[in-house]
């Protein structure tokens, strides 16, 4: 494979983690290698609600690390919950001074939302429903302004280089698979590239996010942590389209009810705060209501009427592309597949357990999210960790300037098999999905090492099945309920078992290789 060599960071991502990384990293010089156009892709963008942050006078970093902890459900680090809350304000406050247009009220005070969970309105937000969209494009235009940093867009990463215990490179490649890698040596390497959403068929994320960057640090040998916690958002548009368009939880925070298609408001029943419930025990009524066939709607009529028109247009543009008018009638929901709780583990400086690796955002595990992510945490943590991974690799850097890398791609590559894609999405979200049992993970497992077998080494397809494999083992291996980790076979919580999980893939691979070899 040729090599490049560069003094330059190498990011490997265009979401909030990565841009912000590369911002606090300036003037050190950095390498960002996107496979879109930036802005486009990347799951942050696609981010609804806004940023969880403590910043009414009636609120508290304290209060906000104690929602989050509750809501964990007795997997979050509570010394990791509080400094990162601790720390929320401040990069509001940074992200505002550099032109983020996050709602104001008459006194200048930042408007919030509320979102399940949260004991008050904690969330900021821009325009409703238009927060991702919006702190990326005040990021983007921050990052073009900054000389330090090189963003190459086209090129995806589908591997890394190690010796001994220590990332020295990244395989690059075109990202529509049209080249053969090229090998870049930096000065250290950050991966902010997402979370896994996309193995499931039924997801809310962009299509290029499919566990590949959890999957190319596992390969490598990093340490994975809390594979198993998927999160399913319970309220994904079921309008038929790939990925499914999300209706941002900040709806129910004003009101929104949801009922079946009997009219029932099926989650008084089911918990004190309805709709309002933990994401995770709202996402299973939705699923349960789905499996028993009775069709169940987000209804925002009596809460908002015509308003959702100006303050959700996001959500608005969605439904009528499926045909449904919010204002008249009631939205069909369903629970897809939205966060990664789990992912390359991480130091509270964003450090892997792989030398000269670091990560953020939601392709790492910090710790803050245990077992069922509170909203609006995701984007918190990736500014929290990008920021410090971004001051953890500067230490050992000097901020001389660097010249352009000029990648020459040589042609050949391998373009992606949709087919096998597919299958593993369909195999995810039958298998491994919103309730779990022994059976359906065992036989997730088997079809994942059949699908991998017909992959002609495709890396790409590789870095997704690890990272499936993974999560189907680390969910095999938990036997109990927890958070949005439910098994049918295991429905309680076993006090014994709250902690996080730790796993290599080859330990995952051994377990696949038992699972494979014994009958069905
Ligand atoms: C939402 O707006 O409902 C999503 C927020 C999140 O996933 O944190």
Redesign the pocket.
């Known amino acids: 494979m040729p090599v490049v060599e560069t003094g330059r960071v190498v990011i490997v991502g265009a979401g909030l983690g990565a841009l912000y990384a590369a911002l606090n990293l300036a003037p050190r010089a950095v390498l960002l290698i996107s496979p879109e156009p930036l802005g486009q892709g990347a799951s942050s963008a696609w981010?609804?609600?806004?940023i969880a942050a403590a910043m009414a006078t009636a609120d508290s970093p304290e209060a906000h690390a104690a929602d989050t902890v509750r809501a964990g459900a007795g997997t979050v680090d509570a010394a990791v919950a509080t400094s990162v809350t601790a720390e929320a304000r401040a990069h509001i406050l940074d992200l505002t001074a550099i032109g983020t247009p996050f709602d104001r009220d008459a006194q200048g005070g930042y408007v919030l939302s509320r979102?399940a969970a949260h004991g008050l309105a904690r969330v900021v937000r821009v325009r409703g429903?238009q927060a991702g969209r919006e702190i990326m494009a005040a990021l983007i235009a921050e990052v073009a302004r900054m000389p330090s940093v090189q963003v190459l867009e086209g090129v995806m990463a589908v591997g890394l280089q190690v010796q001994g215990e220590c990332v020295t490179g990244v395989a690059v490649a075109a990202a529509d698979g049209s080249s053969d890698p090229v090998l870049l040596q930096g000065a250290a390497v950050l991966l902010a590239g997402g979370g896994s959403g996309g193995l499931y068929a039924l997801t809310t994320n962009p299509p290029r996010i499919r566990g590949q960057v959890i999957g190319m640090a596992a390969r490598a040998g990093a340490v994975i942590a809390d594979a198993e916690f998927v999160q399913f958002?319970p309220?994904a548009i079921d309008i038929g389209e790939d990925p499914a368009p999300?209706a941002?939880?900040?709806l129910r925070g004003e009101g929104a009810a949801l009922i079946n298609r009997d009219g029932r408001r099926f989650m008084l029943a089911l918990h004190p705060d309805a709709e309002l419930a933990p994401r995770d025990i709202v996402a299973r009524a939705i699923f349960a209501e789905t499996q028993a066939g009775r069709r169940p709607m987000l209804d925002t009529r009596a809460a908002l009427g015509t308003a959702i028109v100006d303050r959700f247009p996001a959500v608005v543009e969605a439904c009528q592309r499926g045909g449904i008018d919010p204002v008249t009638q009631a939205i069909p929901v369903a629970a897809a597949a939205?966060?990664h709780m789990g992912g390359i583990a991480v130091s509270k400086e964003g450090r892997s357990s792989l030398a000269g690796l670091w990560v953020c955002g939601e392709a790492s595990a910090t710790g803050l999210h245990g077992a069922n992510?509170l909203?609006?945490?995701?984007?918190l943590e990736a500014l929290v960790y990008g920021r410090r991974a971004a001051r953890d690799i500067a230490r050992g850097l000097d901020d001389a300037p660097q010249p352009k890398v000029v990648l020459a791609l040589p042609q050949g590559g391998q373009s992606p098999d949709v087919d096998l894609i597919a299958e593993l999405r369909r195999v995810m979200t039958d298998h491994v999905g919103v309730v779990r049992d022994a059976h359906g993970l065992q036989t997730a497992l088997r079809r994942i090492a059949a699908l991998e077998a017909q992959a002609l080494g495709d890396a790409n397809f590789l870095n997704m099945t690890a990272t499936a494999t993974l999560i189907a083992a680390a969910a095999l291996l938990r036997q109990e309920s927890r958070g949005a980790h439910c098994r049918r076979d295991f429905p309680v919580a076993k006090p014994e078992l709250a902690q996080r999980s730790r796993l290599t893939l080859a330990e995952a691979l051994a377990l696949r290789q038992t699972v494979t070899e014994t009958q069905e």
């Open positions: 981010a609804q609600g806004g979102e429903d958002h309220t999300l941002t939880e900040a939205h966060y992510r909203a609006s945490n995701g984007l």
